[in-house]
């Protein structure tokens, strides 16, 4: 195995490379840099330096010099060279220093942050190439990285699950190129390893890692024992950082900001826009919807009717629309009127309790057949509950003891005019939709505050949010009413890309179409979709069976003249309108929140959590950096204090030698401290032996004599000057 001490080293570095750079993709993605590239350009010219051995007086100016450029290019319109690029930095580097002794986080300047993150990989760098060619041990390394990608990928928005798999992976290469390096040392098994071929040897190591990461792809997942206790424990201590546009399983507390995702999820091609249905909740904890305990499912098959009637009343003529998701999905989509789904050799499997279909294994491309149901408006308003049961419409009635009274007053409010539950749902549809009151926005929405009820806060505190704040105070609005109502997630209609004459049209839904919704019962018709969310219309058709007309265009506008109910005012305010597509486009905003609201909903930058975590890391690379002059501070402390015993004073010393004059296992003692004395030309380490082995072998004291302690500080004085030699 010769060879592995030759090419050992370059596979190390290039392994440390791709190890170091799990570190820039998630700064890169929370920070909003243009791009990985220079950052991981720096590590490698970083790593270069530590595996090439370059003398710190070389590596220290450039490494700054290299830190001043990558700030300039990625701050500086990628022109470091321009002479005014100096002084900003300078600036930016003296007003984030002083913002941070200030503990003024939101003040931190994105240059000053990211300068600390590449000085702290800079350390680390420096920390995986000692840990490699000194130690060969990276394990330290390997548990800092795996705790930095959990920890981001816990408290923001970064998926960091396939880059905890990387690392993962890399560690096991590295740990096996490592060991292998430990192996071709001296002493170590040099009999046995010469025998091998390093090629067979390393090959095999690798197959066997690929066979069990794909045998780990192939076996079937366990699902968590316990809920996911993260936003418990955002919520105790009060913490809102910002997340992503997109579908989440978990909606127990809603509420704060959300950053776009232009990511594409799937693609529709179908006759007409749809809202597409994942699943319906109906327990509101009064900041968001309890997850169901519920764990009953309904299996079905391929080609086989969906066990789901959602409505009992459907249009005659059956239609098909395929979805294609962009990469391997475990959940479904569907619109209003699926009867049954396509897909080769599938089983599906139905929550009976949220109505979320999922695939036996993971699922891309699917058809669905659709019949469209019938949403008659005069129907719905002649609908009684009274055949309905009384455990029907205490599950779908269900409110929270502590909603504030107000919401209740407001539900009575808004529909005093109204005769029939329709009516009621339509004047508030159009209340929180129409009114001007509220105004959509994802970036501008806030926080629940400790103790403040979700949707009371939204309509009379905040009155600005998105689709969740919309459809939840709808419903909570409609129960307060007494008419059964749940909340429906999924996607909206998406963008048409492709429109072909006599051919279906393709629509690409994007996580930025993620959206939530108002379900509401009418007995006879079933459970109908209301869209309250200002800037959105609702893609399902309604119809009047009296006049025979729709109550809904084929676009989605209203066509009925029927105006939005307004407790205040009279009609519809002309500056609100609806979109005409039902995608998730930005409105013109109304109103702004005050700035004694933006004080008292005050939230920390996602990237801050990078902050203390960078510091940490600087302070355990400058631990591991000077852990020798740290260990002799220690050792030499003791002795004066006289806490510390001869013995084991001189075998801590022999050990922190090491580095000037490692000692071999079957080395003795005294020969060890001859190769020091001539090395560091003295005879202090000799004079110690001879007396650590006078008291080994007579064993008549245990604590330091005098002469002794004098001895070890002496010797002591010697490796530190001994380090400033070499060093300078």
């Given at each position: 195995?010769?060879?592995?001490?030759?090419?050992?080293?370059?596979?190390?570095?290039?392994?440390?490379?791709?190890?170091?750079?799990?570190?820039?993709?998630?700064?890169?993605?929370?920070?909003?840099?243009?791009?990985?590239?220079?950052?991981?350009?720096?590590?490698?010219?970083?790593?270069?330096?530590?595996?090439?051995?370059?003398?710190?007086?070389?590596?220290?100016?450039?490494?700054?010099?290299?830190?001043?450029?990558?700030?300039?290019?990625?701050?500086?319109?990628?022109?470091?060279?321009?002479?005014?690029?100096?002084?900003?930095?300078?600036?930016?580097?003296?007003?984030?220093?002083?913002?941070?002794?200030?503990?003024?986080?939101?003040?931190?300047?994105?240059?000053?942050?990211?300068?600390?993150?590449?000085?702290?990989?800079?350390?680390?760098?420096?920390?995986?190439?000692?840990?490699?060619?000194?130690?060969?041990?990276?394990?330290?390394?390997?548990?800092?990285?795996?705790?930095?990608?959990?920890?981001?990928?816990?408290?923001?928005?970064?998926?960091?699950?396939?880059?905890?798999?990387?690392?993962?992976?890399?560690?096991?290469?590295?740990?096996?190129?490592?060991?292998?390096?430990?192996?071709?040392?001296?002493?170590?098994?040099?009999?046995?390893?010469?025998?091998?071929?390093?090629?067979?040897?390393?090959?095999?190591?690798?197959?066997?890692?690929?066979?069990?990461?794909?045998?780990?792809?192939?076996?079937?997942?366990?699902?968590?024992?316990?809920?996911?206790?993260?936003?418990?424990?955002?919520?105790?201590?009060?913490?809102?950082?910002?997340?992503?546009?997109?579908?989440?399983?978990?909606?127990?507390?809603?509420?704060?900001?959300?950053?776009?995702?232009?990511?594409?999820?799937?693609?529709?091609?179908?006759?007409?826009?749809?809202?597409?249905?994942?699943?319906?909740?109906?327990?509101?904890?009064?900041?968001?919807?309890?997850?169901?305990?519920?764990?009953?499912?309904?299996?079905?098959?391929?080609?086989?009717?969906?066990?789901?009637?959602?409505?009992?009343?459907?249009?005659?003529?059956?239609?098909?629309?395929?979805?294609?998701?962009?990469?391997?999905?475990?959940?479904?989509?569907?619109?209003?009127?699926?009867?049954?789904?396509?897909?080769?050799?599938?089983?599906?499997?139905?929550?009976?309790?949220?109505?979320?279909?999922?695939?036996?294994?993971?699922?891309k491309n699917y058809s669905v057949t659709v019949t469209e149901p019938v949403y008659d408006t005069k129907k719905m308003r002649e609908a009684t509950y009274g055949g309905v049961s009384d455990q029907f419409m205490?599950?779908?009635?269900?409110?929270?003891?502590?909603?504030?009274?107000?919401?209740?007053?407001?539900?009575?409010?808004?529909?005093?005019?109204?005769?029939?539950?329709?009516?009621?749902?339509?004047?508030?549809?159009?209340?929180?939709?129409?009114?001007?009151?509220?105004?959509?926005?994802?970036?501008?929405?806030?926080?629940?505050?400790?103790?403040?009820?979700?949707?009371?806060?939204?309509?009379?505190?905040?009155?600005?949010?998105?689709?969740?704040?919309?459809?939840?105070?709808?419903?909570?609005?409609?129960?307060?009413?007494?008419?059964?109502?749940?909340?429906?997630?999924?996607?909206?209609?998406?963008?048409?890309?492709?429109?072909?004459?006599?051919?279906?049209?393709?629509?690409?839904?994007?996580?930025?179409?993620?959206?939530?919704?108002?379900?509401?019962?009418?007995?006879?018709?079933?459970?109908?979709?209301?869209?309250?969310?200002?800037?959105?219309?609702?893609?399902?058709?309604?119809?009047?069976?009296?006049?025979?007309?729709?109550?809904?265009?084929?676009?989605?506008?209203?066509?009925?003249?029927?105006?939005?109910?307004?407790?205040?005012?009279?009609?519809?305010?002309?500056?609100?309108?609806?979109?005409?597509?039902?995608?998730?486009?930005?409105?013109?905003?109304?109103?702004?929140?005050?700035?004694?609201?933006?004080?008292?909903?005050?939230?920390?930058?996602?990237?801050?959590?990078?902050?203390?975590?960078?510091?940490?890391?600087?302070?355990?690379?400058?631990?591991?950096i000077f852990q020798r002059q740290l260990r002799l501070l220690s050792l030499e402390r003791k002795i004066r204090q006289e806490k510390i015993t001869f013995a084991k004073a001189y075998l801590a010393l022999v050990?922190?030698?090491?580095?000037?004059?490692?000692?071999?296992?079957?080395?003795?003692?005294?020969?060890?401290?001859?190769?020091?004395?001539?090395?560091?030309?003295?005879?202090?380490?000799?004079?110690?032996?001879?007396?650590?082995?006078?008291?080994?072998?007579?064993?008549?004291?245990?604590?330091?004599?005098?002469?002794?302690?004098?001895?070890?500080?002496?010797?002591?004085?010697?490796?530190?000057?001994?380090?400033?030699?070499?060093?300078?």
């Amino acid at each position: 195995m010769k060879i592995t001490a030759k090419i050992a080293p370059f596979v190390l570095y290039l392994l440390a490379l791709l190890l170091i750079s799990e570190w820039i993709y998630p700064f890169v993605y929370l920070t909003k840099l243009s791009g990985a590239g220079w950052a991981i350009l720096f590590v490698a010219l970083s790593l270069a330096m530590y595996f090439l051995r370059w003398r710190f007086y070389i590596t220290l100016p450039v490494h700054l010099l290299l830190l001043y450029l990558l700030t300039g290019i990625y701050y500086h319109n990628g022109h470091p060279f321009d002479p005014s690029w100096l002084p900003s930095f300078l600036t930016a580097l003296k007003n984030g220093l002083i913002n941070l002794l200030s503990f003024n986080a939101s003040d931190i300047g994105m240059i000053f942050v990211t300068f600390i993150f590449f000085v702290a990989l800079w350390l680390l760098s420096y920390i995986t190439a000692y840990s490699i060619l000194r130690k060969q041990r990276i394990m330290s390394v390997l548990v800092l990285t795996v705790v930095y990608l959990t920890v981001v990928n816990t408290f923001t928005g970064y998926n960091g699950g396939f880059a905890l798999i990387r690392t993962i992976i890399l560690a096991f290469v590295i740990l096996h190129f490592a060991l292998s390096m430990r192996l071709e040392t001296s002493n170590r098994l040099s009999g046995l390893t010469s025998k091998w071929r390093p090629v067979v040897y390393h090959t095999s190591i690798l197959a066997l890692l690929i066979v069990f990461i794909l045998a780990s792809m192939a076996m079937p997942r366990q699902g968590p024992y316990w809920a996911d206790p993260v936003p418990a424990i955002k919520s105790t201590l009060g913490i809102g950082t910002t997340k992503t546009v997109g579908y989440s399983e978990d909606d127990t507390r809603l509420g704060g900001s959300l950053e776009a995702d232009h990511s594409e999820v799937f693609q529709v091609q179908t006759d007409r826009p749809h809202y597409y249905r994942v699943e319906a909740k109906r327990t509101y904890t009064g900041v968001g919807w309890a997850n169901q305990t519920n764990t009953k499912q309904t299996y079905f098959e391929s080609n086989s009717r969906i066990p789901l009637s959602l409505n009992e009343t459907y249009a005659d003529e059956a239609t098909d629309l395929t979805i294609s998701f962009a990469a391997s999905n475990d959940y479904l989509v569907y619109p209003y009127g699926s009867q049954s789904i396509q897909a080769a050799d599938q089983t599906f499997a139905m929550m009976n309790t949220t109505e979320k279909i999922t695939p036996a294994d993971t699922i891309k491309n699917y058809s669905v057949t659709v019949t469209e149901p019938v949403y008659d408006t005069k129907k719905m308003r002649e609908a009684t509950y009274g055949g309905v049961s009384d455990q029907f419409m205490a599950q779908y009635t269900q409110l929270p003891d502590s909603l504030p009274d107000r919401v209740r007053d407001l539900a009575q409010k808004i529909t005093k005019d109204t005769t029939n539950p329709y009516d009621a749902a339509k004047a508030i549809e159009n209340y929180l939709s129409f009114s001007g009151r509220y105004t959509y926005s994802t970036t501008e929405a806030t926080d629940t505050l400790p103790d403040a009820d979700y949707v009371d806060q939204f309509l009379f505190e905040t009155k600005i949010g998105y689709c969740d704040n919309f459809s939840t105070a709808m419903v909570v609005l409609l129960r307060a009413q007494g008419i059964p109502a749940r909340w429906a997630k999924g996607f909206a209609a998406g963008e048409k890309i492709q429109t072909a004459t006599g051919e279906k049209t393709t629509y690409q839904i994007t996580n930025d179409d993620a959206h939530s919704w108002p379900e509401v019962y009418f007995p006879g018709t079933g459970w109908v979709p209301f869209e309250p969310t200002a800037t959105f219309s609702n893609p399902e058709q309604f119809v009047n069976s009296d006049s025979g007309s729709n109550a809904n265009t084929q676009d989605g506008t209203s066509s009925s003249s029927e105006t939005p109910a307004d407790p205040n005012q009279g009609g519809q305010n002309s500056g609100q309108t609806e979109q005409q597509n039902g995608a998730n486009q930005a409105p013109q905003e109304t109103a702004k929140p005050s700035a004694a609201s933006h004080s008292a909903n005050f939230k920390l930058p996602g990237w801050f959590w990078l902050v203390p975590l960078v510091l940490i890391i600087a302070l355990v690379a400058l631990g591991v950096i000077f852990q020798r002059q740290l260990r002799l501070l220690s050792l030499e402390r003791k002795i004066r204090q006289e806490k510390i015993t001869f013995a084991k004073a001189y075998l801590a010393l022999v050990k922190l030698s090491a580095k000037v004059e490692p000692r071999n296992e079957q080395e003795t003692l005294r020969s060890h401290a001859e190769k020091l004395d001539r090395k560091m030309e003295t005879t202090v380490f000799s004079d110690l032996t001879t007396r650590y082995e006078a008291f080994l072998y007579g064993n008549d004291q245990t604590q330091i004599l005098v002469e002794q302690k004098e001895t070890l500080l002496q010797a002591i004085q010697q490796l530190k000057n001994f380090k400033s030699k070499k060093t300078h």
